[in-house]
């Protein structure tokens, strides 16, 4: 019985063999033909990331970092939900707008002692929270 053999230089050669060894052969295909389809089931498709395509916008970004940092993204947004809207909203004007306290305070109408510490328990929970 002859056998098809593909060497790794891409070179086709008919080899031939017992019909034992055939089947053998034939097994091993096959059991290599479902390995790479499973391999292939396992990997994460670009799908998952949405249609932003922030990763896409630099072209030795990792679209893998651009996932971590939506799970990131979601963990914090957890996390400022378990604060009070008072709390919640003195973190997002210090840490994520670059606000100062003065500032803060005098915007909200409350001394700047107020807002230290509001943004201290704030923090404090938030610390607990993670």
């Excluded at 050669?13 to 059991?31: C, G, M, N, P």
């Excluded at 939506?70 to 994520?96: C, G, P, W, Y």
């Excluded at 700047?112 to 509001?118: D, G, V």
């Amino acid at each position: 019985m002859k056998y098809k053999y593909e060497s790794v230089t891409g070179e086709v050669s008919e080899v031939e063999v017992d019909a034992y060894w055939a089947e053998v052969l034939a097994e091993l295909d096959r059991q290599e033909y479902n390995n790479e389809k499973k391999e292939t089931r396992r990997h994460c498709t670009l799908d998952v990331l949405g249609d932003e395509g922030e990763w896409m916008i630099d072209e030795n970004a990792d679209p893998f970092e651009a996932l971590l940092k939506k799970e990131e993204e979601a963990e914090v947004n957890a996390m400022l939900d378990s604060l009070t809207e008072n709390q919640r909203d003195i973190v997002e004007a210090i840490h994520f707008s670059g606000m100062n306290m003065s500032e803060y305070a005098e915007k909200v109408g409350i001394t700047k002692q107020a807002a230290r510490e509001r943004i201290h328990w704030a923090m404090k929970k938030l610390r607990k929270v993670s």
